[in-house]
């Protein structure tokens, strides 16, 4: 592809009016994951559009583009997705220790089946040559990049009244026979998306009880590791 400069200037960056900032930050405050309230209806093609427009406008090293979204509404595709996902999930509750099994098993941890529409999101290792502006020292920024987009598709989705459920428990195998998904290509999620009608007001897995969110406060350091 050539690499011609594109027409583009500075335009003014002025903060978002009151109401505008209010907008973002409840879209990130109020977005969850997903995995049992999806409602059955299709999502309007022209809605999933502005769904991958958002994740295609994500920041990425040396302006990449590394991510591939594939996206899956076959029952039977969805169908094999679970049973890869229900063997993963039963070696994974084998990790966790005797007292934790039992409650990992009652979590819900995806919604593959329920939700009308999944995207599995890859990305191209190669997609801009050997050598890459600002991954020459570090080969995960790619994948970094990518997630960078699925944040974006998250919190616009958010906005559109659309939930979304990050799967990570598949062995990659699975998935990439079930998409036929090259060896070089790296899978980074399965998401499920579909529209809802009600979010927790906080994560579920708090919810639940099994894990809390830590205070910000002991995250935040100056200057040097470990200090605050
Ligand atoms: C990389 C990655 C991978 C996963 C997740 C997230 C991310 C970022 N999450 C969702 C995760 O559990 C959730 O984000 C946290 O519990 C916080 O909740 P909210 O997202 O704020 O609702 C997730 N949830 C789940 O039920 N099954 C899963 O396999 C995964 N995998």
Redesign the pocket.
Known sequence: MPNQPCRGGLAPAAPFSPDERDAVYKAIET?????DQFLPQPLPIDVVARLLRAAHAAPSVGFMQPWSFILVSDDQVKERAWQAFSRANDEAAAMFPDAQRDRYRS????GIRKAPLSICVTCDPDRAGPVVLGRTHNPRMDAFST?CA?QNLWLAARAEGVGV?????FRDEDVRELLGIPERIEII?WLCLGYVDAL?E?????VKG??QRLPLDELVFHDRWGTR
């Open positions: 977005r969850r994951d997903v995995r979590l819900k941890l995806e997630v699925i459920g990050w799967v990570s428990i999620a927790y906080e994560p579920e897995l708090a099994w894990r």
